[in-house]
């Protein structure tokens, strides 16, 4: 396919890809507005519900790495038919509010169906689309704008009918069984939009514009695993992964710190899809002049003085709108980073054909973040009240920051001459 150009199959592709790819996560990590709905629907200690997101992460993260042979490996069609379908499946088994043991086992089952069969293939689904219309960097942007739009459209409509249920474990039935629906609806979209494989392996294509690989499993991992830049991508990658995800996933909550309300809670975790795009949106314009890796390197920056301040400001209603304000930032800045941290991998001259593994590497260790910090965080508010429980984390969140930094300055020093190469080339077209 000529690149810089699309075809209308192409975009059907891009926008499942965005769109399904927050309907899919949506159920596992919408605590930020449901999460006082969740403890009390499930009828589980703050703990608990820590340890359900801890099974989902740790088999997450091996996930991500089988993910990674994976999506390298087998028709896109059926990887993506099958992540919809049982997650969608699962969300609505969740529904129902079973025991907590096979809610644990759930948890473990999509575990398996965002990870193995589906993340890793997005991505590089993504990558491709990239190819196709002759931007990478562009095309990582456009699908957080596209992932955010659609959270704003679909989860501030489904909170808005939320908050008029009496009963708040009936509301939260209402938006597990919505998004069950949605994602076996996507599920059977994609039998009819994504391809087999075959179509993308055209004779004559050059090995940087190869899409599957024919090296052994073994081989491509061990040869990536021993790329020094790879490795530092994973650590740039981490420490501001973690940072958004648990503002991310908390914030509703940290706002009771400030006197919310529930359903007020259930309103201010909107703001996560609302300002994420603004974020994406604004790296599409600025990476290609700068480059991902300098736009990591300053977000991570203005998030450590951000942590900083809500670390220090009173824990007050009176203080409400300057956390709310800080908040706003804070989500925009992380729609920018999650849009670029993983076509670092160009900047460290990763070719296409080693896209599944390399991002599912990146990804097997970033999100393991997901497994252990729900438990710790539980395990907080559990032992301290709300204010100290927070104060511990936000100082876990400033060690992280500092670790991106570190990160970004080694490879950006080592790889000097291949970024800006890089730059030249997309500012070239």
């Known amino acids: 396919m000529k690149k810089g150009r699309f075809t209308t ?23 930020a507005s449901f999460y006082d709905a969740f403890v009390e629907a499930m009828g589980v200690t703050n703990t608990q519900f820590g340890i359900c997101y801890a099974v989902y992460g740790w088999i997450a993260v091996v996930g991500y790495l089988v993910g990674a042979f994976v999506a390298d490996r087998v028709a896109p ?15 609505f088994i969740l529904g ?7 809610t644990l086992a759930l948890y473990g089952i999509m575990g398996v169906s965002t990870t193995v069969t ?9 990558r491709i689309f990239g190819r196709e219309i002759g931007d990478e960097n562009k095309a990582f942007s456009w699908l957080q704008v596209v992932r955010g739009i659609g959270e704003i459209a679909v989860s501030t409509l489904i909170i808005v009918i939320f908050s008029q249920f009496i009963n708040a474990v009936a509301g939260l039935r209402f938006v597990v069984w919505t998004y069950a629906f949605i994602l076996i609806a996507f599920g059977i979209i994609s039998i009819f939009v994504f391809d087999d494989g075959k179509e993308s392996e055209e004779s004559g294509k050059s090995e940087e514009d190869r899409v599957m690989s024919d090296e052994s499993v073994f081989r491509q991992t061990i040869r990536l695993l021993k790329n020094p830049d790879l490795w530092l991508c994973i650590l740039i990658a981490f420490g501001g992964y973690n940072i958004g995800s648990c503002f991310g996933s908390y914030f509703g909550d940290m706002a009771g710190c400030f006197g919310a309300t529930t359903t007020a809670m259930a309103f201010i975790g909107t703001l996560d899809a609302w300002m994420k795009p603004v974020g994406a949106l604004a790296g599409s314009f600025m990476t290609t002049k700068k480059g991902p890796t300098f736009l ?18 009173p824990k007050t209603s009176a203080f409400m709108p300057v956390f709310l304000g800080l908040m706003c930032l804070e989500i925009a800045l992380t729609g920018l980073f999650r849009s670029q941290k993983y076509i670092q991998i160009r900047e460290a001259g990763i070719p296409l054909k080693d896209t599944g593994c390399a991002f599912g590497i990146i990804a097997t260790v970033i999100y393991s973040a997901d497994a252990f910090m729900p438990t710790f965080i539980g395990m907080w508010l559990d032992k301290y009240d709300e204010v100290t429980a927070y104060n511990h984390l936000y100082m876990w969140l400033l060690a992280s920051g500092a670790l991106t930094i570190v990160a970004v300055f080694i490879f950006r020093r080592r790889n000097k001459a291949r970024i800006a190469s890089v730059i030249a080339e997309d500012n070239a077209k």
């Open 77 to 91: 069609r059926w990887l993506m038919f099958i992540s919809f379908t049982v997650t969608g499946i699962c969300n």
């Open 118 to 126: 589906f993340w890793d293939c997005m991505l590089k689904c993504n």
């Open 296 to 313: 990591l390197q300053g977000v991570t920056w203005i998030y450590m003085v951000i942590i900083a301040v809500i670390l220090l400001i």
């Open 9 to 31: 199959k192409a975009l059907l592709q891009f926008l499942v890809c965005g769109l399904g790819s927050f309907a899919i996560f949506y159920v596992l990590f919408c605590r």
């Open 96 to 102: 129902l509010w079973p025991s907590y043991g096979v």
